[in-house]
């Protein structure tokens, strides 16, 4: 495969997940604002914290997904049919037994329900405890189902999963809104999504069958290959993977359901700040998670410099992107929310939404890093790294909620990225091998130089601040001029004079195409 077809392959599959994610932005943007204005608050936090916890459920994964991309990308390279078959074979047993974790998990969540959150009582309580057997035991299912994502990724055919799942989640979002139109429970609602997700395995599973039919030799997948040597094989790449999911669970996984024990009236304000956080992480995975395949590609050949050349200039892009996009957030956080809600979630959210968009941008900012350690299996040596930041992220979220309650968490997890990037930056570069390059060049060049790109957007926002809201076309002067100052900050400074090259040749190439009559 010539450079040219690989680099052809990841713009493809950026796309799909482009699509994906967009699929993803339009639902968590039109279903919060509809369902904001349809529900009570205590009921909208109700259904939020649902949707949380059973998310709890894909933790159980233990990164496995993600291993069965990366072997199935390096055997197929390499032409291993058999150990690709082993791999997905084993992985598909894995799956399955966490899959009966889950259900007894979501069974003693059940349970224990009214002791964990005390707000939550009468109708209110059975409505929730049902929803979370419901949706979660939905999402359990999708375990075992979630070997079919992990092989199109590997085989490079991301736009399968991304159309799949996109769909359906356009489809979850339009029955929601029917339901609740129609003045249905929560239970209703639950009842509706876990549909939603089955009929998804459904259909993954048969593109899956109709794509390994076309393979040469086709994906075998039986039991007579599963083996007790592929099953450690998988959890030894995926022992560091579970740690750093473990330590994500810390991270994102238990900050609604903290504001939910110490200040459960904040649920609903938080849940809209952590869907925008939400909908700016997933938009920059999904343009960059094609990263891990081509990653684990490169890493098969032994080009470790290629590997770190990569890192540097995506790292470098995705700064500018986090930073293009989190600083409005940031800037009219109030505003935003004000046209998208209510004037009360936009009182309450607004600092919640400043704090974590600015955490996030934090953490973010690593992660074609951390999808390069991914796909070159170096993460195994760098575990510590992800664990400290998840326990100050729980101890701080822990210990100021109690204090502030949901701007407590929200600082927690501001706490926690600083940790994170620290470690990053002192600790896991040192020690990943796999991935060639100055770390000095690393965060000058990646992350100084696009950052301070953005200073004039930061001065002009200080300036708005002093004068009077009636000034609008000196706001929109100085906005514009600030942003046109970046811009050209970024081009001069920021870009390499290759990366200059490339994209003028590459603009100049598709306008030519554009006026070539066909």
């Not at 450690?232 to 024990?261: K, R």
């Not at 992660?367 to 664990?387: E, F, K, N, W």
Request: glycine residues 10%; proline residues 3%.
């Amino acid at each position: 495969m010539t450079s040219r077809q690989e680099k052809l392959i990841v713009v493809k599959n950026a796309a799909a997940n482009l699509v994906r994610g967009g699929a993803s932005a339009a639902v968590a943007f039109f279903l919060p604002s509809f369902l904001t204005r349809s529900m009570s608050t205590e009921a909208f936090g109700a259904w939020s914290l649902v949707l949380q916890l059973s998310a709890y459920v894909g933790y159980l994964d233990f990164g496995i997904q993600t291993a069965i991309a990366r072997f199935v990308a390096h055997s197929s390279e390499r032409g291993e049919s058999e150990h690709r078959d082993r791999i997905v074979s084993t992985a598909m047993v894995c799956l399955a037994s966490s899959a009966c974790i889950g259900l007894l998990g979501l069974a003693l969540l059940a349970a224990f329900l009214p002791h964990l959150f005390p707000h939550l009582r009468g109708e209110l309580l059975v409505s929730v405890r049902a929803a979370v057997i419901l949706v979660g035991g939905s999402l359990c299912i999708g375990l075992p189902a979630s070997v079919f994502g992990g092989t199109f990724v590997g085989l490079q055919r991301n736009e399968i999963p991304a159309a799949i799942i996109g769909i359906s989640r356009l489809i979850s979002a339009v029955l929601l809104v029917i339901v609740v139109r129609h003045h249905g429970s929560i239970t209703q609602m639950a009842s509706v999504a876990a549909f939603v997700n089955v009929g998804s395995y459904v259909v993954q599973y048969l593109a899956y069958r109709r794509l390994s039919r076309r393979l040469a030799p086709p994906i075998c997948l039986s039991l007579s290959s599963v083996s007790k040597a592929t099953a450690f094989e998988i959890f030894d790449y995926c022992f560091s993977l579970t740690v750093w999911g473990f330590a994500m669970l810390l991270v994102t996984g238990l900050d609604l359901t903290i504001v939910g024990i110490f200040s459960f009236g904040e649920v609903a304000y938080y849940s809209i700040a952590a869907t925008v956080v939400t909908l700016l992480a997933g938009s920059f995975g999904a343009i960059f998670g094609a990263m891990g395949s081509t990653a684990a590609v490169i890493h098969a050949r032994g080009d470790r410099a290629g590997l770190g050349k990569m890192v540097v200039g995506a790292t470098r892009m995705g700064t500018a992107m986090l930073l293009a996009t989190g600083l409005p957030l940031i800037v009219f956080a109030h505003p935003l929310l004000r046209v998208w809600l209510d004037a009360q979630y936009a009182a309450k959210g607004a600092i919640l939404l400043q704090v974590l968009v600015a955490a996030n941008i934090i953490r973010m900012t690593v992660t074609p890093y951390v999808l390069a350690m991914i796909g070159s299996g170096d993460q195994r040596r760098v575990i510590l790294t992800p664990l400290l930041e998840g326990v100050s992220n729980l101890i701080f979220s822990v210990l100021l909620a109690r204090s502030f309650g949901a701007i407590g968490v929200a600082a927690g997890t501001m706490i926690g990225s600083l940790v994170g990037l620290g470690g990053n930056l002192f600790y896991n570069m040192r020690r990943t091998a796999e991935i060639q390059m100055s770390i000095s060049e690393y965060f000058f060049s990646a992350l100084l130089r696009p950052s301070l790109c953005f200073l004039p957007i930061g001065l002009a926002a200080a300036v708005w601040r002093f004068l009077p809201p009636n000034l609008v076309a000196v706001r929109f002067a100085c906005g514009a001029i600030a942003a046109a100052i970046s811009v050209g900050m970024l081009w001069r400074f920021a870009l390499q004079p290759e990366e200059r090259t490339k994209l003028i040749a590459t603009i100049r190439g598709r306008l030519g195409r554009e006026i070539v009559p066909s």
